[in-house]
């Protein structure tokens, strides 16, 4: 048994996501786009289509800790002006409570002038693609100037970032902004990417410390590991359901039914691998990558422990210990792939698959995700990539696949292995009704196939 320190028992980690809408369209982010409410009055994934804001803040101040450590994440947070000025000004009246909040930047700090900001940090990302470096820049200075303190820069190794970053690091810390060089995780329509170029590895090597590297370039498997994570954190959806961080089936309504019990000791991993946050793995209990004191580790010990890093990386003679090339080569095996006997037969045409999504309830220009798997029955011509149309319209390309080793066994084909797709498109502008989105695979040889349909329903 490995109980949670005493000095920690008084304090909580509530990551709240309180809304899926977002100003931008970034494609590799996994969140859902909404721009604005339904016109009809039906609840959207934002926090305060389900209850108004003096309900939230009710039901923080009954939360029984002395502390407690808040990150609200979206979407964009700061889209709803009037309501979210509404719940800062509620939460600087609470001491107890110390507040992060992840955004894009893009709004107008003069709103929110009478806000007390002294508990209060904002990670910032910039999006270059979005909007402009100077334009960012000159709205940094305004966040910052207005008394919003800004705890640091995110930098998103995106494929379509990768050429602004020296710029964008340059330019920012010379203006005394920390940048976090951020490497990218499979989401939005890089959903099955796995491969990383070696301009990316060298920016990770140079600016990330090892032990972030290790856990989210590497992965290694955690499953079954002791954790104080769930021991210290709820993450808290907009529509109130709240759950015991990485416990599945522990969640139920802030509103209706109050909140789980946290384990308060340590507890095995219920996933393969931790899923990627920097303060997630820290929790581990006796991994040797972790040399982190326990605590909540805020956004204030993450520069410094990459400062640090980055420092070390520069003077040191050998550069070994931070090789994410090394850390990639001695990672662990996959899964072995056993083949099935007899192998199930394959189908007649040259190419097939399946879409995991037959039907999908949705509104115009929604992003929306979807997955399934793609073959060719000739070795040698894999399929390359995944077209995407609704309605006769091009929506999205699916270029990378990741391993499915129940499709290689099922076909008795090893080359099936790299057969799953998955990623997210954004819907066009469609009237009410009803519509086909059709995969469509290619392989390398110019074949292409089309792929079972989902079954879309436009409403409102």
Not at 345 to 367: T, W, Y
Not at 407 to 425: C, I, N, P, T
Request: hydrophobic share 35%; proline share 7%; with cysteine.
């Amino acid at each position: 048994m490995n109980p949670l320190p005493a000095h920690l028992h008084d304090a909580v980690r509530v990551n709240w996501h309180i809304t899926s809408w977002c100003n931008y369209s970034c494609e590799y982010c996994p969140v859902v786009v909404f721009h604005q409410r339904s016109k009809t009055g039906q609840a959207q994934p934002h926090a305060f289509d389900y209850y108004p804001v003096s309900e939230w803040l009710r039901k923080f101040r009954e939360l029984p800790f002395r502390q407690i450590h808040l990150t609200v994440s979206g979407g964009e947070p700061f889209l709803d002006r009037q309501n979210f000025h509404a719940l800062l000004g509620g939460f600087s009246a609470m001491e107890n409570l110390h507040l992060t909040v992840i955004t894009n930047g893009f709004w107008d700090p003069a709103h929110y002038a009478d806000v007390d900001k002294s508990r209060m940090s904002l990670v910032v990302t910039f999006h270059p693609r979005e909007t402009p470096l100077e334009s960012f820049l000159n709205n940094l200075r305004r966040i910052r100037s207005s008394g919003f303190r800004i705890g640091m820069i995110n930098f998103v190794l995106a494929p379509e970032n990768m050429d602004a970053m020296e710029e964008t690091l340059w330019r920012l810390e010379g203006e005394g902004f920390f940048v976090n060089v951020s490497s990218m995780m499979p989401a939005g329509v890089y959903s099955s990417r796995s491969q990383r170029t070696e301009l990316e590895l060298d920016l990770i090597e140079r600016y990330n410390t090892p032990c972030d590297n290790y856990f989210k370039l590497v992965q290694p498997r955690t499953r079954g590991s002791l954790c104080f994570y769930p021991a210290m954190t709820y993450y808290l959806l907009f529509d109130g359901s709240i759950q015991v961080a990485c416990m599945d089936g522990t969640a139920q309504n802030l509103f209706t039914d109050g909140i789980p019990a946290l384990p308060r000791e340590a507890v095995p991993c219920p996933y393969e691998c931790c899923i990627g946050c920097s303060d997630m793995y820290r929790g581990l209990v006796s991994h040797p990558r972790v040399e982190t004191p326990l605590a909540f580790f805020d956004n204030d010990q993450y520069v410094a422990e990459v400062r640090k890093s980055r420092d070390e990386h520069h003077l040191a003679s050998d550069r070994s210990r931070f090789s994410v090339r090394a850390m990639l080569q001695h990672a662990e095996p996959g899964e072995l792939v056993s083949i099935e006997l007899p192998p199930q037969p394959l189908p007649e045409e040259p190419l097939f698959g399946f879409n995991d999504h037959p039907k999908i309830v949705a509104r115009s220009r929604d992003r929306i995700s979807i997955s399934g798997w793609a073959a060719s029955r000739k070795e040698g011509a894999p399929v390359q990539e995944i077209r995407i149309k609704v309605d006769g319209r091009d929506v999205g390309v699916i270029r990378d696949f990741f391993d499915r080793p129940d499709v290689a066994k099922s076909y008795g084909r090893l080359d099936f292995l790299k057969s799953g797709w998955r990623g997210m498109v954004y819907l066009p502008t469609l009237s009410h009704g009803e519509y086909e989105l059709i995969p469509h695979a290619f392989d390398a040889r110019g074949n292409y196939a089309a792929l079972a349909a989902s079954h879309i329903s436009i409403v409102d």
